[in-house]
Every structure is written in C-alpha cells, then in structure tokens.
C-alpha cells in the first residue's frame, strides 16, 4: 500500500503532455431534465449597431452551464420583445418558459448603456429590471453580472458566474516543456497568463480577497511554495524547504497557508502564519499526508493520508485529534469542502475508474456526480453549485464541471492538448 501511495504522489508531479493554450469553448456534456425553462431574448440595439459580444448570448450560456436552466433556442422564439412592456406572456407560455430576460443596449459617451429586465411569465410580473454600463472591453463581465443577479432573482442563490478559474497548462515534449499559470473568466474565457516557467508549476490555490495565487514551482530545480499578486505580478517565496513542499490552501481568514511538507521525513500537513513565516505542524504520523484543506470556519484542516493502507480523506481539528471522514472504496482523495461545510467533494477511485464524488456528512454517504474515468484536482465554485475539475477527452487533458447535485455537467476543452489542476476564485467583490 505504501508503494501505491508513492505512486499517488509521485504522479501528483508528472509534467503533461502537450497543449498550445488558447480560449476555451464550452461543451455540454449533460443537461439536466429538471432544469427551468427560460427564454433570452437578443437585445434590441440601434440599427446598424453592432457590438463586440452578444451580451444575451453570454447570460443565456451562463443560465444553461448552471444546470439549472433550460434556455429557449433563438430559432424557437416567434417574437423579440426589447422591453417589459412589449411582452405578450401568452406567446411565452405556449412555448413553456417559466421565465423571460428582454433588454436593449446602445452607446452613450463612449461606454455601452445595457437595459435588461426579468419577467416571470407565469405570474405575468416584472422580478427584475436594472441599468448598468460598461466599455466595450467589459461586455462580457457586464453580461456574467447580470446572470449572476438573474440567477440569484429566480434561486435565491448567489451568482458565481462572475468569478474566476485558475489552471495550469504545458506545452512541448520530453525535454523541452514550457509551463504556464493562467486565470480566466468562470467560462473559460478571457484569459490571462499569470507565470510561465521551463519547470513545472502545480497546485493553484486563490487567497480568500481573490488577489493573490498561491502555487508550487520547481523553477529553482526543487519544489517551492509562492505567492503572487495576479493584478501586479509581484510574488513572493514563501517556502523552499529539502523535499516535498506542495499544496498550499488558504485559510478563510487569509492569514495562513496549510501545506504539506517532507523537510522533517514523511510528507506531514504544517499551517504557515503568511505574516511571520512561523510554522505549526499539525500531523505527526510515519503516514504520507497531503493535500489540505480548510474548514469554512477556519477551526480544522481536512486532507489525504495513507495511514490506513490507500489514500483516504481525514478530518483534522486544530489542536485535536485526526478523524477517519471515508470508507467507500479504497482510494479516496482531494477533498475539497463546501462552502457551507455540510459536503466534501473529492476523487473517488472505483471500478469505473476515477471520479468525481460529494460525500454528506450528515448522513456519510457518497456520490458519484461525473460520469468520465481519469478525474481529478476538483475545486468548488463559492456558491456551492458547482465542482470543477481535470479529466480527458479523447487522449487530452480538459477541463470538466459537474452541478453538485450531478445532474448536469458540461466541459472546457483546450484548444490544443493538456490543462490540468483548476481552482475557483472566490467571490470577487
């Protein structure tokens, strides 16, 4: 068992195979059979006008990534009304949507003015209606803001459609590997190259404000532990110990780093005070224990040890005593906390492979929520809705997303090849 857990995490550290970053272009991989239907009318703009991003388009694609949406196809729709007033609801009922958006956009003083309204068709009411404006360039955060207080409006649930993924690329072979840190919109788009690198990079993790990443470089020929600034680019190393220093995992407070660290023999889990460097460690065991996580309330870690014969998920309370939290199966890893802390979502290793899963803890039961095979680094959007994670497609490394009910999925093919280990932004405010 020992040896399978070397291997575990010797192929934490594999490099990837090859991949020439680009945007990523979304696929549905599984809609939901409950999912609401709502209709998103293009939005009316000047004649002649014509803007860089179809707003309509983009909330339309949000709703229906969520899981919890059926959009109605444009080919479908038999009427374009631009306002709250211009809605004929007998129209929309015939089509079955429960829920109609209407807007309109133009330019004024150099900056796009966008008037967007929620119609409950049932109820024949107006739910929400708001102004915003935004640049040309901004279009797209502008059109995740309003899905973001369309799906709030109808769920009760926060949007997260305007926040952010991490991830990590390669490019190249054998020996001529390039690396790359890239942040991106929630949907794949926009994205940007945060650090480039001949060694590689792994295990992204965001800090609580959504300013600053943390992540391992082997730039120096050894792993090491950085922190970097993603607007400016200034960084720090915050550890280079011999031997292991992997998996950094902020604290909710953004205070402290949890990591794992082989400077004392076996890789055990330490807790860094960012501020002091001063390090508390937390396991003392001849286990492997890695890839932590916090608690939501900050008062215990969760992470992965093999001290009971095969990668399973433990719970640590700070200054108390380790708990066992998974039986199923003998292969249970990354776990990953809801944010409200009542689920663990993490890879699960059974016969059909590896996968994503979300284990209650009230009632110890595990699900399986995606339905591919080689799955993992899994990563939870701030509202809970939705996992994240690394699988393959067709020989090549893309980026999956499954609701946290499992009853949706859809994915975030690269253009070219590999991407691997994703993380969720928190909300950005």
Known sequence: MKALMTTWLVAMLVTFASLAQADLTIEITRGSERATPIAVVPFESPEGERLPQD??????????????????AREEMFATPSSGEAV??????ALDSRYLVVGQTRREAGRVE????????????RMLGEVI????SQLRGAAHRISDKIFEAITGIRGAFSTRIAYVTASGVADDMRFGLYVADADGRNSQQVLT??????SPAWSPDGKKLAYVSFETGRPAIYIQEIASGRRVRATSFEGLNSAPSWSPDGRRLAMSLSKDGQPEIYVMDIATRNLTRITHSSSIETEPSWHPSGDSLLYTSDRSGGPQLYRHPLGGEPERLT??????????????????FLIHGGERGYQVARLDLESDRLITLSESHQDESPSVAPNGTMVIFATQQGGSGVLGAVTADGRASFRLPAAQGEVREPAWSPFLD
């Open 55 to 72: 707003v309509a388009q983009i909330v339309s694609d949000d709703l229906e990534r969520s899981g919890y949406f059926d959009p109605l």
């Open 88 to 93: 004929k609801f007998g129209d929309w009922r």
């Open 114 to 125: 966008i008037r967007y309204e929620l119609m409950d068709v049932h109820g024949e009411s």
């Open 133 to 136: 404006t935004a640049s040309e």
């Open 197 to 202: 690198s001949d060694e590689p990079i792994m």
């Open 327 to 344: 039986f199923t199966g003998g292969y249970n890893a990354r776990g990953r906390y809801a944010p409200d802390g009542d689920a663990v």
